[in-house]
């Protein structure tokens, strides 16, 4: 019983930043692992980053040294920072948690111009 809610996305040129949130409503958030996804046109999803509850975190190789995710859990949220973006990283950015289950937000695009 968990409902996430992504904003943030947006238009970025290359090397701009963004600050992707995702809130979570419904349950225990401090038990979850959370996630963010993202997939472009035309490619797999894949896992960008990764927070376990014990703060354990993980990243794509595209993305190490640029993206960061954090949590807060008084206020719900999970983070993602994405600094240097480049083209490449447009996408549909989905905030995903797990515990007994898999939740899906509903995306939110992210577009890199060239």
């Known amino acids: 019983q968990v409902q996430l809610v992504e904003s943030g996305g947006g238009l970025v040129q290359p090397g701009g930043s963004l600050r992707l949130s995702c809130v979570a409503s419904?349950?225990?958030?401090?038990?979850?692992?959370m996630n963010w996804y993202r997939q472009a046109p035309g490619k797999q999803r894949e896992l960008v980053a990764g927070?376990?509850?014990?703060?354990?975190?993980n990243y794509a190789d595209s993305v190490k040294g640029r993206f960061t995710i954090s949590r807060d859990n008084v206020k719900n949220t999970v983070y993602l920072q994405m600094n240097s973006l480049k083209p490449e990283d447009t996408a549909v950015y989905y905030c995903?948690?797990?515990?007994?289950?898999?939740?899906w937000g509903r995306g939110t695009l992210v577009t890199v111009s060239s």
């Open positions: 995903h948690a797990n515990y007994r289950g898999e939740y």
């Open positions: 419904g349950s225990i958030f401090i038990v979850y692992t």
């Open positions: 927070f376990t509850p014990g703060g354990i975190t």
